[in-house]
């Protein structure tokens, strides 16, 4: 599913009054917070090549393995790349924050309060098969994502009261209330699932049979939990449409799973696979180097974007009852010394974290607006009194590696909390002693963990580090089922319903949610739902702030760090278009280059000789 992490204010709709009422407009497309760049009768977007190639064979990687061709349901681990099989009622732009355009819907119907949505479904769409897709696989499809599929969908698609075929290929989703001004694009960005092919199949469970899709790739070769080849649909049915245009190039593209991140890089500079984008700033700094470089048969770029970064961070379980106290939370975070990480293991690459919303105008970098208090006050007496005033900056050292003034103030928090050193270990009110376990499943991210917990020792606590394969990582987090561990949060220009499923009191114990912490907060509840039902940018901007100060003031995560650009290694057989959108490179917009590939295969078979 292609969901859109935007959220709606103001609606602009091209074309004709489609109803009697004059505040129902119908359009190719909906923007949020403002107008669509795109005209109706617009040919392509901006960061495509319309006249790239088709075809090539592109070879990719992925982590951990696979035992599902399902990628809708909570169980099991889904192959990767299963998005492109699947076509939704509209697409999204990469080149605007809050724009869609129509994919399977060929017109938008929606009212100024945002109340219902509308689509008209194109005739031509076609399933793999043939089979017409129809209103009727568009209700199977909500109505089953919503009951047996990722709890994630029951959450984000909450506010839906109901979905009815109004003839004439014409599907409505009316919703609870007005004025969830997301709703309507994320209700669009289902992923349409034929209902023919599923009957007869239990959705809930996990399955290798090559599921029927309708999107510009389907599935051609499967080796369980090794490799997937998705291959190019020729006829697919919606390779003209606008939002299709010089999408979708590559002929085959194939998927090798990785069990380790060291020999998945070492494969990659052996010509195992193509295209890889890094996150380890030490392998960036020093392991992509040698001939092939040299030569310049491998490509090593860093691309400048402008999306939010959000939240990398240790997440703290608040399901434990020794996480519970914010002062024991806070004083933790004092024993992460980033600026000697950052100089000494990340090569100086990182900006640190103090938002959960990065790299934005959402993150609140300044003392609170009038306009942001006005939204605090009514909760003062449940708020730390920081988050009325000062800015949340995260504790900073000069690098050196000593950082005794800061475990001073940690100890000084801890005995606030009750927590003192009895026989050399960090006991509790209680008497229970402070042990705890970190849990990881990147190898290369224990260097880092590893002079946090030695200072977390310092202090008397005793530290776990367990490294755990994939598979298990995954269904720890689910289930909950950890101390401490490392997670990120996406964010975007526009926050929506996503938010309730991150931070809301009522995903906390959802398995599968993604408020990985476990975060009950009736404040950070109430913030929410002003960022989803704000009524226009302006208000979404301070709801998001005022939210992201009492997250920070809270100390719910040790936050990590980011950088504003992607570092990316490839084999010189691409082409790419002029233009790189705002959110970064669209590697669905890229094209093998028959000219490149022929004189890359021939310069690594002359090298060979």
């Known amino acids: 599913m292609r969901v859109l992490p935007i959220a709606l204010a103001v609606l602009f709709l091209a074309g004709p009054v489609l109803a009697k009422d004059e505040d129902v407009y119908t359009g190719h497309g909906i923007s949020i917070f403002g107008d669509l760049k795109y005209a109706t009768d617009f040919p392509h977007f901006d960061y495509v090549n319309p006249d790239a190639p088709k075809g090539g064979d592109v070879r990719r990687w992925s982590f951990g393995g696979f035992d ?3 990628p809708f349901i909570l169980k099991g681990t889904a192959a990767p790349g299963l998005g492109q099989v699947y076509d939704s009622l509209l697409a999204g732009s990469a080149d605007e924050a809050d724009s869609a355009y129509g994919l399977v819907a060929e017109l938008i119907r929606m009212p100024e309060d945002r109340s219902w949505v509308a689509f008209k479904l194109r005739p031509e769409a076609r399933f793999h ?19 047996e599929g990722h709890p994630y969908f029951a959450a984000l698609f909450a506010n839906v009261e109901s979905v009815v075929d109004e003839g004439d290929r014409w599907v409505r989703f009316n919703f609870d209330s007005p004025g969830n001004r997301e709703l309507p694009l994320l209700v669009g960005s289902i992923d349409v699932l034929p209902k023919h092919w599923f009957e007869g199949r239990d959705f809930a469970d996990t399955s290798l049979d090559v599921p029927l899709g309708s999107g510009p790739y389907r599935i051609s070769d499967v080796d369980a939990g090794r490799s997937i080849t998705y291959e190019r649909v020729d006829d697919y049915w919606g390779a003209d449409l606008p939002v299709n245009i010089g999408l979708y190039n590559f002929g085959t593209v194939r998927y090798d799973e990785y069990l380790d991140f060291d020999i998945a890089l070492e494969a990659f500079k052996a010509h195992e696979y193509d295209y890889k984008s890094e996150n380890n700033s030490k392998l960036w700094a020093t392991a992509y180097t040698g001939p092939n470089f040299d030569d310049g048969l491998i490509i090593k770029e860093e691309v400048s974007h402008g999306r939010p970064t959000g939240m990398q961070a240790f997440v703290f379980n608040l399901r434990r009852p020794l996480f519970q106290d914010a002062r024991v939370r806070e004083a933790l975070g004092y024993a992460f010394d980033f600026e000697w990480s950052n100089e000494n293991l990340f090569y100086g690459q990182y900006a640190r974290n103090t938002s959960y919303f990065s790299n934005s105008d959402l993150a609140a970098t300044d003392a609170p607006s009038d306009a942001e208090l ?26 050196s590696g000593n950082i005794r003034q800061h475990l001073r103030e940690a100890k000084a928090l801890l005995e606030e909390a009750g927590w003192t050193i009895q026989d050399g270990a960090l006991t509790g009110p209680g008497g229970e002693v402070m042990e705890f376990e970190i849990i990881l499943v990147q190898p290369a991210f224990e260097r880092i963990v590893q002079p946090f917990a030695r200072n977390l020792e310092r202090l008397g606590a005793v530290v776990n580090i367990r490294i755990v394969d994939a598979a298990q990582y995954e269904r720890r987090l689910e289930t909950f089922d950890f101390d401490m561990t490392v997670r990120s949060w996406r964010s975007s220009e526009t926050l929506g319903n996503e938010q309730r499923d991150y931070w809301g009191s009522a995903t906390a114990d959802v398995e599968g949610s993604f408020n990985t912490g476990g975060i009950k907060n009736p404040v950070v509840d109430a913030l929410i739902e002003e960022v989803i039902f704000a009524e226009s940018r302006d208000e979404m901007t301070t709801a998001a ?29 691409f082409g790419q278009p002029d233009l790189i959108p705002t959110n970064g490179i669209v590697f669905s917009a890229w094209w093998v280059d028959p000219e490149k590939a022929a004189a890359l295969e021939d310069r690594i078979a002359n090298e060979d000789e």
Do not use: C
């Not at 006005?374 to 730390?384: F, G």
């Open 545 to 573: 702030r005022a939210l992201d100060r009492v997250l920070l003031w809270n100390h719910y995560v040790i936050p990590h760090w980011h950088i504003d650009y992607d570092r990316v290694a490839y084999w010189d057989k």
């Open 374 to 399: 006005a939204l605090l006050e009514p909760y003062r007496d449940q708020l730390p009194e920081e988050v009325f005033g000062d800015v949340y900056t995260p504790p900073v050292t000069d690098a």
């Open 68 to 70: 599902s061709l399902n």
């Open 129 to 147: 098969d043939g089979e017409i897709m129809d209103v009727e696989d568009v209700i199977w499809t909500f109505e089953t994502l919503t009951t």
